[in-house]
Protein backbone atom coordinates (compact mmCIF):
# COMPACT_ATOMS: atom_id res chain seq x y z
CA UNK A 1 0.00 0.00 0.00
CA UNK A 2 1.23 3.61 -0.81
CA UNK A 3 1.09 5.06 2.32
CA UNK A 4 2.72 8.20 3.88
CA UNK A 5 5.11 6.28 5.80
CA UNK A 6 6.72 4.55 2.32
CA UNK A 7 6.41 8.23 0.69
CA UNK A 8 8.67 9.14 3.47
CA UNK A 9 11.11 6.67 3.36
CA UNK A 10 11.02 6.77 -0.20
CA UNK A 11 12.30 10.82 -0.13
CA UNK A 12 14.79 10.02 2.48
CA UNK A 13 16.65 7.21 0.34
CA UNK A 14 16.39 9.71 -2.06
CA UNK A 15 17.72 12.40 -0.53
CA UNK A 16 20.47 10.57 1.07
CA UNK A 17 21.84 8.96 -2.27
CA UNK A 18 20.84 5.45 -1.39
CA UNK A 19 18.48 3.30 -3.39
CA UNK A 20 15.07 3.02 -2.12
CA UNK A 21 13.61 -0.20 -1.24
CA UNK A 22 10.89 0.56 -3.76
CA UNK A 23 10.05 2.93 -6.75
CA UNK A 24 6.74 4.93 -5.49
CA UNK A 25 4.82 7.32 -7.11
CA UNK A 26 4.80 11.09 -6.21
CA UNK A 27 2.71 14.11 -6.85
CA UNK A 28 5.78 16.35 -5.76
CA UNK A 29 7.73 17.34 -8.59
CA UNK A 30 11.06 16.31 -8.74
CA UNK A 31 14.69 18.37 -9.54
CA UNK A 32 13.91 17.95 -13.20
CA UNK A 33 10.46 19.16 -13.00
CA UNK A 34 8.77 15.81 -13.33
CA UNK A 35 6.41 13.93 -11.23
CA UNK A 36 6.62 10.23 -10.54
CA UNK A 37 4.26 7.57 -11.96
CA UNK A 38 4.10 3.96 -11.38
CA UNK A 39 1.94 1.37 -12.25
CA UNK A 40 3.17 -1.00 -9.34
CA UNK A 41 5.69 -0.55 -6.60
CA UNK A 42 9.03 -2.14 -7.41
CA UNK A 43 12.81 -2.17 -6.49
CA UNK A 44 15.16 -1.02 -8.84
CA UNK A 45 16.87 -2.86 -11.47
CA UNK A 46 20.14 -3.76 -10.76
CA UNK A 47 21.99 -2.53 -13.40
CA UNK A 48 24.60 -4.99 -13.68
CA UNK A 49 22.75 -8.07 -14.11
CA UNK A 50 19.69 -6.21 -16.15
CA UNK A 51 19.20 -7.61 -20.19
CA UNK A 52 17.12 -5.99 -22.90
CA UNK A 53 15.34 -8.95 -24.09
CA UNK A 54 14.47 -8.88 -27.86
CA UNK A 55 13.01 -11.54 -29.08
CA UNK A 56 9.29 -12.75 -30.89
CA UNK A 57 10.04 -12.46 -35.04
CA UNK A 58 13.31 -11.48 -35.48
CA UNK A 59 16.29 -13.39 -37.19
CA UNK A 60 18.35 -13.12 -34.27
CA UNK A 61 16.71 -12.87 -30.92
CA UNK A 62 19.14 -12.04 -27.98
CA UNK A 63 19.84 -10.05 -24.29
CA UNK A 64 21.79 -6.77 -24.72
CA UNK A 65 23.41 -5.94 -21.28
CA UNK A 66 23.40 -1.94 -20.69
CA UNK A 67 27.28 -1.68 -21.96
CA UNK A 68 26.36 -2.79 -25.26
CA UNK A 69 23.20 -0.56 -25.40
CA UNK A 70 25.58 2.44 -24.14
CA UNK A 71 27.82 1.76 -27.16
CA UNK A 72 25.81 2.06 -29.82
CA UNK A 73 25.37 5.42 -31.12
CA UNK A 74 23.67 8.29 -28.96
CA UNK A 75 22.18 11.21 -29.51
CA UNK A 76 20.74 13.87 -27.24
CA UNK A 77 17.35 15.68 -27.84
CA UNK A 78 15.42 18.56 -25.75
CA UNK A 79 11.93 16.97 -25.48
CA UNK A 80 8.61 17.90 -23.39
CA UNK A 81 7.35 15.14 -21.32
CA UNK A 82 3.01 15.95 -21.78
CA UNK A 83 1.48 13.60 -19.32
CA UNK A 84 -2.48 13.07 -19.53
CA UNK A 85 -3.04 14.68 -15.85
CA UNK A 86 -2.53 18.33 -17.43
CA UNK A 87 1.18 19.06 -16.53
CA UNK A 88 4.13 18.62 -18.89
CA UNK A 89 8.28 19.53 -17.97
CA UNK A 90 11.24 19.82 -20.93
CA UNK A 91 14.44 17.79 -19.96
CA UNK A 92 17.16 16.76 -22.03
CA UNK A 93 17.56 13.41 -22.88
CA UNK A 94 20.27 10.79 -24.14
CA UNK A 95 19.85 7.52 -25.56
CA UNK A 96 19.72 5.53 -29.55
CA UNK A 97 17.31 5.45 -31.88
CA UNK A 98 15.53 2.39 -32.31
CA UNK A 99 16.84 1.44 -35.90
CA UNK A 100 19.93 0.29 -33.70
CA UNK A 101 17.75 -2.57 -31.91
CA UNK A 102 16.46 -3.22 -35.95
CA UNK A 103 19.88 -3.29 -36.93
CA UNK A 104 20.88 -5.71 -34.36
CA UNK A 105 17.74 -8.71 -34.51
CA UNK A 106 16.23 -7.86 -38.48
CA UNK A 107 12.80 -8.55 -37.81
CA UNK A 108 11.04 -11.00 -40.21
CA UNK A 109 9.01 -8.79 -43.26
CA UNK A 110 5.87 -10.40 -40.73
CA UNK A 111 7.04 -8.52 -37.73
CA UNK A 112 4.66 -5.01 -38.05
CA UNK A 113 4.67 -4.07 -34.39
CA UNK A 114 6.19 -4.62 -30.89
CA UNK A 115 5.27 -4.99 -27.70
CA UNK A 116 7.30 -3.70 -24.74
CA UNK A 117 7.28 -5.08 -21.04
CA UNK A 118 8.22 -3.13 -17.95
CA UNK A 119 9.83 -4.39 -15.18
CA UNK A 120 6.45 -3.11 -13.37
CA UNK A 121 4.44 -5.10 -15.31
CA UNK A 122 3.32 -2.09 -17.66
CA UNK A 123 3.13 -3.12 -21.04
CA UNK A 124 2.89 -1.04 -24.46
CA UNK A 125 2.37 -1.52 -27.73
CA UNK A 126 4.22 0.27 -30.91
CA UNK A 127 3.61 -0.03 -34.65
CA UNK A 128 7.50 -0.19 -35.61
CA UNK A 129 7.61 2.50 -38.23
CA UNK A 130 5.97 5.08 -34.92
CA UNK A 131 9.36 4.24 -33.18
CA UNK A 132 11.23 4.99 -36.22
CA UNK A 133 10.08 8.40 -36.12
CA UNK A 134 12.86 11.33 -35.75
CA UNK A 135 11.53 12.22 -32.13
CA UNK A 136 11.53 8.85 -30.50
CA UNK A 137 14.16 7.56 -28.42
CA UNK A 138 15.05 5.21 -25.88
CA UNK A 139 16.71 7.28 -23.00
CA UNK A 140 19.96 5.87 -20.99
CA UNK A 141 20.33 9.16 -19.59
CA UNK A 142 18.34 12.31 -18.17
CA UNK A 143 19.84 16.25 -18.12
CA UNK A 144 23.66 14.24 -19.06
CA UNK A 145 23.52 12.06 -15.80
CA UNK A 146 22.70 8.33 -15.85
CA UNK A 147 18.43 7.66 -16.00
CA UNK A 148 17.90 7.74 -11.94
CA UNK A 149 15.84 4.45 -10.92
CA UNK A 150 13.08 6.97 -10.07
CA UNK A 151 12.57 8.03 -13.63
CA UNK A 152 13.13 4.33 -15.36
CA UNK A 153 16.42 2.93 -15.19
CA UNK A 154 17.77 1.36 -17.15
CA UNK A 155 16.12 1.62 -19.82
CA UNK A 156 13.24 3.73 -20.86
CA UNK A 157 11.36 4.83 -24.13
CA UNK A 158 10.49 8.56 -25.04
CA UNK A 159 7.88 9.63 -27.05
CA UNK A 160 7.03 13.35 -27.02
CA UNK A 161 4.59 13.13 -29.60
CA UNK A 162 2.27 10.87 -27.15
CA UNK A 163 1.57 11.48 -23.30
CA UNK A 164 4.07 9.97 -21.20
CA UNK A 165 2.23 6.83 -19.92
CA UNK A 166 3.40 6.00 -23.79
CA UNK A 167 6.63 6.19 -22.63
CA UNK A 168 7.43 3.18 -21.20
CA UNK A 169 9.71 3.03 -18.03
CA UNK A 170 11.74 0.07 -16.67
CA UNK A 171 11.88 -1.72 -20.20
CA UNK A 172 13.12 -5.24 -19.50
CA UNK A 173 11.87 -6.72 -22.98
CA UNK A 174 10.98 -6.13 -26.47
CA UNK A 175 8.76 -8.85 -28.54
CA UNK A 176 8.53 -8.26 -32.46
CA UNK A 177 4.95 -9.06 -33.00
CA UNK A 178 2.45 -8.89 -36.28
CA UNK A 179 0.26 -6.78 -34.96
CA UNK A 180 -0.33 -4.26 -31.90
CA UNK A 181 -2.48 -4.35 -29.24
CA UNK A 182 -2.97 -0.67 -27.86
CA UNK A 183 -1.75 -0.19 -24.03
CA UNK A 184 -2.25 -1.49 -20.96
CA UNK A 185 -3.57 2.17 -19.79
CA UNK A 186 -6.77 1.08 -21.70
CA UNK A 187 -7.98 -1.21 -19.05
CA UNK A 188 -7.13 1.89 -16.32
CA UNK A 189 -9.79 4.70 -17.39
CA UNK A 190 -11.25 6.55 -19.65
CA UNK A 191 -8.47 9.48 -20.22
CA UNK A 192 -6.23 6.41 -22.09
CA UNK A 193 -6.20 5.51 -25.46
CA UNK A 194 -4.16 2.61 -27.35
CA UNK A 195 -2.31 5.50 -29.54
CA UNK A 196 -1.73 7.81 -26.94
CA UNK A 197 -1.90 10.67 -28.79
CA UNK A 198 -1.54 14.03 -27.26
CA UNK A 199 -4.36 15.97 -28.17
CA UNK A 200 -5.87 19.38 -28.64
CA UNK A 201 -6.61 20.89 -25.04
CA UNK A 202 -4.35 22.33 -22.20
CA UNK A 203 -1.47 22.00 -20.21
CA UNK A 204 0.72 23.46 -17.21
CA UNK A 205 4.05 23.56 -18.02
CA UNK A 206 5.77 22.77 -14.60
CA UNK A 207 9.32 23.95 -15.08
CA UNK A 208 7.65 27.20 -16.61
CA UNK A 209 6.26 27.72 -12.81
CA UNK A 210 3.51 25.73 -12.97
CA UNK A 211 0.69 27.86 -12.56
CA UNK A 212 -0.18 28.94 -15.86
CA UNK A 213 -2.23 26.78 -17.95
CA UNK A 214 -1.49 27.35 -21.94
CA UNK A 215 -3.60 26.24 -24.59
CA UNK A 216 -2.12 23.02 -26.99
CA UNK A 217 -3.00 22.58 -30.80
CA UNK A 218 -2.12 18.36 -30.14
CA UNK A 219 1.02 16.88 -31.01
CA UNK A 220 4.44 17.55 -29.50
CA UNK A 221 4.91 20.37 -27.83
CA UNK A 222 7.41 22.35 -29.11
CA UNK A 223 6.20 26.23 -28.32
CA UNK A 224 7.64 26.24 -25.14
Not at 174 to 184: A, D, L, P, R, Y
Not at 206 to 222: P, S
Request: aromatic content about 10%; charged content about 25%; proline content about 8%.
Amino acid sequence: MLNRRNLLAFAAASASGQKPKLLLPSDVPDEFHLKLMWYSPVAPIDPRTWRLQLKGLVEKPQQIPLAQLRALPQQTQSSRMKCVQCWSARASWSGFRFQQLLDLTKPSKKAKAVRIDCADKWYEYFNIEDLQQSNVMFVLDLAGQPLPDRHGAPLRLLDPSRYGYKSAKLITAITFVEVGKGSMACDIGPYYSPDGRILPGYDTPLDLGGKTKRKIAGGEITEY
